[in-house]
T-cell receptor, first 110, second 113 residues
Framework: DVKVTQSSRYLVKRTGEKVFLECVQD?????MFWYRQDPGLGLRLIYF???????EKGDIPEGYSVSREKKERFSLILESASTNQTSMYLC?????????FGPGTRLTVT | AQSVAQPEDQVNVAEGNPLTVKCTYS??????LFWYVQYPNRGLQFLLK??????LVKGSYGFEAEFNKSQTSFHLKKPSALVSDSALYFC???????????FGKGTRLHILP
């Protein structure tokens, strides 16, 4: 079975802090994705990566950056957290068709 | 541009009755279509996909979905609902040649005992 893990299930940070969310997949997938999920808005794509050191902006990249130094790991960085970044963050990976998701990180910025 | 619509925010079904969760899509080319389920405080779980071939696809937990090209729909169905099917369901579409999947806003399914 594909396994996608995320570094934290719950995280509380203060406004202005730099926040790192880590995602690791164990199936040698080329593609990895970061989404945020908010009630009534569904999933919105922040960034994705189709190879090591490659990244593409999704629909809502503002305020975020990403890093992919190794194939199995994709990090989401909030350079200066703000309260409007309070959300559920979901990481996913894929090879050909469907995406496989991690359990999510619920981030609260106070 | 790709888009997907789930017209119902919530669907209520009595246990044992058949259920349908609706999805329509728009893509410029031929679509790949997916259904995912999300249980509380969890990530999304893949249920089934349509890539090509038979219009009726079967997936996990007894779910199935029918691809209808003329109506651009991909409704999720199950013949007999279980209380444990209560969850949030997402339809998603991907255009061939694109790595990105577009998700609908989700439909909350309540199965009433």
């Amino acid at each position: 079975d594909v396994k996608v893990t995320q570094s934290s299930r719950y995280l509380v940070k203060r406004t202005g802090e730099k926040v790192f969310l880590e995602c690791v997949q164990d199936m040698d997938h080329e593609n990895m994705f970061w989404y945020r999920q908010d009630p009534g808005l569904g999933l919105r794509l922040i960034y994705f990566s189709y190879d090591v050191k490659m990244k593409e902006k999704g629909d809502i990249p503002e305020g975020y950056s990403v890093s992919r130094e190794k194939k199995e790991r994709f990090s989401l960085i909030l350079e200066s957290a703000s309260t409007n970044q309070t959300s559920m963050y979901l990481c996913a990976s894929s090879r050909v068709y469907e995406q496989y998701f991690g359990p999510g990180t619920r981030l609260t910025v106070t | 541009a790709q888009s997907v619509a789930q017209p119902e925010d919530q669907v209520n079904v009595a246990e044992g009755n058949p259920l349908t969760v609706k999805c329509t899509y728009s893509v410029s080319g031929n679509p790949y279509l997916f259904w995912y389920v999300q249980y509380p405080n969890r990530g999304l779980q893949f249920l089934l996909k349509y890539i090509t071939g038979d219009n009726l696809v079967k997936g996990s937990y007894g779910f199935e979905a029918e691809f209808n090209k003329s109506q651009t729909s991909f409704h999720l169905k199950k013949p007999s609902a279980l209380v444990s099917d209560s969850a949030l369901y997402f339809c998603a579409v991907r255009d061939k040649g694109d790595d990105k999947i577009i998700f609908g806003k989700g439909t909350r399914l309540h199965i009433l005992p």
